[in-house]
């Protein structure tokens, strides 16, 4: 027979409530050491690291841009024209006098033909006007002649009637009828003279007006000529011809009609090549004119200096030219891709380090110093100073022989140490 015992019952029923306090007490206290526990620090694996150091430090910027010749020369056309052949193409090299494409205008052609008749014409009346001249010359000199002979028989009728009256031989009457016949006489000679002298003069003005009119008319065939030899496309200088078109990538072809002024070619000289660099518009502000700098076209790297510098900025970018001072390697061709390097200063004495990811000069940012023997790193800040293509200056905040790592770090930026391996 089973007997009742409600003591056991209370006294399991007082059990189950202690071990139900006790692990509430032992969950609250196990959450409260975890909310106090500190984030465990990050792995970051294989870091780029670098050596804080003090010495010379060569300030330099860096950009892309690409080799464009000295000398380019853009060849319009003087007159409207047809495209007729085109005899050379683009990439071949060509003297000044090539001839690269042949147009045709039958327009030209007939006026230089017309200048050329206009111009035979003139010469013609020319010809013409210089016979009538020597002619009327002649005439007015026979004149002269006439006139110088009867005065002089005139004059010798006076002198003879002179002496004779003086002796009593020749009535008075006589002698002064014969004197003023030579009188007369002398008078006409002179004004045959003064004409004759009208004459030369007037025949000088009427050649000078027509020989000026010819003069004219030989510089309109000269003009028409040019217009007629301009048809035919020369490269100007020696060079290669690097395109056939308008500078929007127009190709030319056979049979078409261009406008007068329209360019038809575009020569360069591949021998003077220069570099134009794009540089960050916030970092071109120290280049000055002659600074030293390199072109790397990845096969060679040229020496240059600094000749040009764009006044203004264009998508965030200052284009500087760089003349190359030294022999240009194989394969260096007008628009090839090339890295240019300025040299802006040499800093003495200061202590400097690798430039880290992000980093901008004159700023104070956060940077993981390695420590404990390279098995972490802490952030520390530190203030930066001048920059160059890949070192910084350090102002504060580190020392020589620290080593700091340059690699991007910004997904710890909520972690002040992190491990290292």
Sequence with gaps: M???????????????????????????VITIGLSRLKPAAPLVENPWPDTVKRG?????????????????????????????????????????????VELSNPDVDQAAFDAESQLKGAEADMANLRVQLDSQKLT?????????????GAKLDFEVNDELAKAGLVPALTLKQSKAKAEELAKLLEIEQQRLKISADAARAQLAVQDAKVAQLRAQLQLRRRQVEALKIRAGIDGVLQKLGDAAATTLQVGQQLAPGATVA?????????????????????????????????????PGHVVRIDPSAQNGTRTVDVALDGALPKGAVPDLSVDGTIELERL???MYVGRPVQAQPETTVGVFKVVNGGKEAVRVPVKLGRTSVSTIEVVEGLQVGDQVILSDMSQYDAYARVRLR
């Design 348 to 350: 003495e004495n200061v």
């Design 2 to 28: 089973d007997v009742a015992r409600p003591d056991i019952a209370r006294r399991r029923r007082r059990h189950r409530i202690l071990y139900s306090f006790a692990g509430l007490g032992a969950l609250v």
């Design 56 to 100: 010379e430090m060569l300030r330099q910027v860096r950009g892309n841009g690409t080799l464009v010749p000295e000398e380019i020369l853009w060849i319009p056309t003087l007159s409207a024209g047809r495209v007729e052949r085109i005899l050379v193409l683009p990439g071949a090299r060509v003297k000044a006098d090539t001839v690269l």
């Design 140 to 152: 007015e000199e026979a004149m002269v002649a006439m006139a110088q002979a009867n005065y002089s």
């Design 266 to 302: 575009r020569v360069a000289n591949p021998a003077k090549l220069k570099a134009e660099i794009k540089i960050a518009e916030t970092q071109a502000k120290d280049i000055t004119f002659d600074q030293k700098a390199e072109v790397d076209t990845r096969n060679g790297v040229i």
